[in-house]
């Protein structure tokens, strides 16, 4: 499954240290691709496993992350206006 992460951290003190939690649990399932925005493809385990460690940080009344999932990721399309750096196609 294809996914597209967005999460919005208010960050007051307590924001100040969750924001680089979230940050590291995205980054370990996702590729980071724009300050809080992710992509990548993740089975479906993977997206329970990334939900849930992100609920324990996450405040419900103050902070939100948007899942966008699709089936795969050739159903998007992908336009750049200004700086283009897609990073989710450098391979190793």
Known sequence: M??????????????????PKVFKICKKYLTHIQNSVFE??????????????LKQYIRKDMDSVILFTSRDEKWLSKEFIGVEDDKTSRFL
């Open 2 to 19: 294809y996914v597209i992460l967005v999460y919005d951290i208010v960050t007051d003190d307590t924001g100040k240290k969750i924001l």
């Open 40 to 53: 990548g493809n993740i089975n479906l385990a993977n997206i329970e496993m990334l939900k849930c460690e």
